[in-house]
């Protein structure tokens, strides 16, 4: 899946991503991409995991793969904009 900016041009850009990070953007924003007729129901699900996860880690509970991942991928475009 070819992605809108190319990862070696993220990490010029937002020095601050991490490895963990492009994977979970590259992983995620691939399967928005894969599916426009369902990307506004894939986000919404990633977004609400990833508020899941963020319950979960603060509670010390332990996350589950697909929860993880919403998590890593927020925080890496939290990066992107400078938060």
Known sequence: MKLPVPPERLRQRFPALSDDDLDAYAEVTGRLLADPGARGRLLSDTLSAAQRAQEKEAAGL?????????????RALAKMQGQ
């Open 62 to 74: 332990p996350l589950p793969e697909d929860e993880g991942l919403a998590l890593r991928y927020v």
